[in-house]
């Protein structure tokens, strides 16, 4: 069986090598694809490959090439790399990244120029490329000596964090999708300084989205508890009232927020979304109701792997639902009712 995916995944591979060498001017879509998971196989051997792609004329097969590139992480293409002369704007900015990625402590430099630049689209850049090629740690600046500093927020996250008031709703919304990619964001004293500046009620949607994401992905109920009253009063009528809104993913996001917190009023919420099978919002309260360590989402998450009516992203959070019950204490599970446990 070993022998067999072995095979199958060089097959694979050769498939797209030949795929890449024979793509029309007109196939470029298929072609970053193609590019981008070759990046993902990270095999050396693909270097020379995806480097020459950086000649193509089409700006979105040569962004492809350098994330791809910077997958595969090899330093001896520094020197070619600095000779290169991009024009684009945007793909510069992607090949200072991966400059960055691979080491390159004046491209570090232009990198966190473009962060703190006044031109909007020098500054979106950068917070998009930190992320995209996981660059993060190196622009930090948390080193003394060998040991991190403890007692200040880094300058490169305050600078970030500054942006979730900019006036460019894209900005917002980059500047949080950052910071969720930063661990060193998601720690208890930076989120205290972060919390204030997310604004759940922005008049952009897709930035109230994003801030309700990265505050799912926190341990949450450890913040909230230490939450003055006042806060905290205020801080669960802002996610009570998401739970209203039109918008599927922010509903979601408040939902699992709320079970974090074991909020027992937004419960009987989160079980009406129940009832719509193989939606979003179904599997999205599961995972709610799993976090809640309400037992009764283990008969529904075993019934819903079963249901082929859920999307990929769907999916995704069923797993993650999964996850959290494996993830459960012997106290935990020692209080799950007999008729469930057989689940």
Not at 54 to 61: G, N, P, Q, T, Y
Not at 198 to 214: F, G, H, I, K, W
Not at 226 to 255: G, P, Q, V
């Amino acid at each position: 069986m070993m022998h067999f995916k072995k095979c199958l995944g060089v097959f694979i591979f050769l498939v797209l090598l030949c795929t890449i060498s024979n793509l029309t001017m007109a196939q470029e879509e298929l072609k970053s694809i193609i590019i981008l998971t070759l990046g993902e196989i990270a095999d050396s051997s693909t270097t020379s490959l995806i480097y020459n792609q950086l000649r193509d004329k089409d700006i979105f097969v040569r962004m492809a090439a350098l994330r791809a590139l910077g997958k595969i992480n090899d330093q001896s293409l520094l020197p070619k790399l600095r000779l290169i002369q991009e024009r684009n704007k945007l793909v510069s900015i992607y090949l200072t990244a991966l400059l960055t990625r691979l080491g390159d402590e004046e491209a570090r430099t232009k990198i966190k120029g473009y962060l703190k630049s006044d031109n909007i689209q020098l500054k979106t850049g950068a917070l998009s490329v930190i992320r995209i090629f996981d660059i993060s740690n190196v622009l930090l600046e948390v080193q003394v000596g060998s040991k991190p500093i403890m007692d200040k927020i880094d300058p490169i996250i305050n600078t970030i964090i500054s942006y979730l008031n900019d006036k460019n709703p894209d900005i917002r919304k980059k500047a949080i999708e950052l910071l969720l990619s930063i661990d060193k964001a998601k720690t208890e004293e930076n989120f205290k300084i972060i919390l204030p500046h997310l604004n759940l009620n922005d008049e952009s949607l897709e930035v109230r989205r994003m801030a309700l994401l990265y505050i799912s992905y926190l341990d949450i109920e450890e913040y909230y508890g230490k939450m003055s009253r006042k806060d905290a009063i205020f801080f669960l009528k802002e996610l009570r009232n998401r739970l209203y809104e039109e918008d599927k993913y922010i509903r979601s996001f408040a939902k699992i927020i709320l079970a974090k917190i074991k909020d027992g009023n937004s419960i009987k919420i989160i079980k009406n979304d129940l009832l719509n099978p193989g939606t979003f919002l179904h599997a999205s309260s599961v995972y709610a109701l799993a976090c809640a360590k309400d037992f009764e989402a283990i008969p529904i998450l075993a019934n819903d792997f079963l249901d082929n009516r859920f999307s990929i992203v769907d999916r995704q959070y069923l797993i993650y639902a999964l996850k959290v019950i494996q993830s459960y204490s012997y106290s935990d599970i020692v209080k799950i009712p007999k008729r469930i446990r057989c689940y």
